[in-house]
């Protein structure tokens, strides 16, 4: 009889062993455990309307009631310019866009403090969590621009000034890019906040202003030359413009810029992770 203890370790279904270096990743235990982030992402759907009265509906009412404030307070009040493209839409696909990127930023910035019992209990790859609930808000928010072409075909037909044009074609990228962006600033933030935790209030508050440094409520051709490099330093600004430009017809796309929020998201998305899983090893001596 073979003693176990002999046995190599290639004959396991799964080795753990302790991270080795800085790019240790272990990426390929995120496939193994596809189904796991699967059930995370149903769990975190699901979750977000549990128990509620109006259930999903919550997803699309959001982005509306703050698309009419918008519309009364900026639009007819402050009278800003939306570029002569109907308020409601003007306002609404800037809300939307911005939603899904600050719900996911703040969603995995509480990877490791709202998780810290279930990893100190079994072993899965953390980045498990994040990646679910970035998948999870991308459900919701492909409901949300469902319910933005519903407004784009209403107002279509009833002859406004609004043309989808061949930049929607880059859509799938803008929403790649979104994802790494909140992804990677939200593990980020979610390794720092386990040692320093008011960093949560911080982003908190970060994230609202960071709202006003980007073209959500104005359009960037209503900033004076000198100032436009402040707008455009906020890499979710080129990808507001572009969405807008694709699918209403007023906008702008600069491949510099663009290119720009694509280094943003890879950084970001490389640099997270490395510091993620240096944080994971000892995260739970600081919980």
């Given at each position: 009889m073979s003693?176990?203890?002999?046995?190599?370790?290639?004959?396991?279904?799964?080795?753990?062993?302790?991270?080795?270096?800085w790019f240790d990743l272990h990426l390929?235990?995120?496939?193994?455990?596809?189904?796991?982030v699967l059930l995370f992402v149903r769990r975190d759907f699901v979750a977000q309307f549990k128990q509620t009265i109006l259930g999903p509906i919550w997803f699309v009412l959001q982005p509306l009631l703050t698309t009419i404030m918008f519309t009364i307070v900026f639009g007819n009040i402050a009278k800003l310019s939306t570029d002569?493209?109907?308020?409601?839409l003007f306002y609404?696909?800037?809300?939307?866009?911005?939603?899904?990127?600050?719900?996911?930023?703040?969603?995995?910035?509480?990877?490791?403090?709202?998780?810290?019992?279930?990893?100190?209990?079994?072993?899965?790859?953390?980045?498990?969590?994040?990646?679910?609930?970035?998948?999870s808000n991308l459900l919701k928010f492909a409901l949300q621009v469902l319910f933005f072409l519903g407004f784009l075909a209403y107002y279509a037909m009833r002859g406004a000034d609004v043309?989808?044009?061949?930049?929607?074609?880059?859509?799938?990228?803008?929403?790649?890019i979104m994802?790494?962006?909140?992804?990677?600033?939200?593990?980020?933030?979610?390794?720092?906040?386990?040692?320093?935790?008011?960093?949560?209030?911080?982003?908190?508050?970060a994230v609202r202003l960071m709202m006003y440094?980007?073209?959500?409520?104005?359009?960037?051709?209503?900033?004076?030359?000198?100032?436009?490099?402040v707008l455009l330093a906020n890499p979710m600004t080129p990808i507001i413009e572009v969405f807008r430009l694709g699918f209403l017809g007023q906008g702008t796309l600069h491949w510099g810029h663009l290119a720009y929020s694509v280094a943003f998201a890879v950084v970001a998305i490389i640099g997270g992770a490395?510091?993620?899983?240096?944080?994971?090893?000892?995260?739970?001596?600081?919980?």
């Open positions: 003693n176990p203890a002999s046995a190599a370790p290639e004959s396991w279904d799964l080795v753990l062993r302790p991270h080795r270096g390929q235990d995120l496939w193994r455990y596809r189904d796991l002569g493209l109907p308020k409601v609404l696909s800037g809300n939307i866009l911005w939603m899904y990127f600050s719900g996911v930023l703040t969603a995995t910035s509480n990877t490791f403090v709202g998780n810290a019992r279930l990893f100190g209990k079994v072993y899965f790859p953390r980045l498990a969590v994040p990646l679910s609930l970035t998948i043309h989808v044009t061949p930049a929607a074609l880059l859509f799938p990228l803008l929403v790649l994802a790494g962006q909140a992804l990677g600033l939200g593990i980020i933030f979610s390794s720092m906040t386990t040692k320093y935790r008011d960093l949560r209030f911080l982003l908190g508050f440094a980007t073209p959500v409520i104005f359009p960037l051709s209503t900033i004076p030359e000198g100032w436009r490099w490395v510091v993620f899983n240096r944080v994971e090893t000892t995260f739970m001596d600081t919980v």
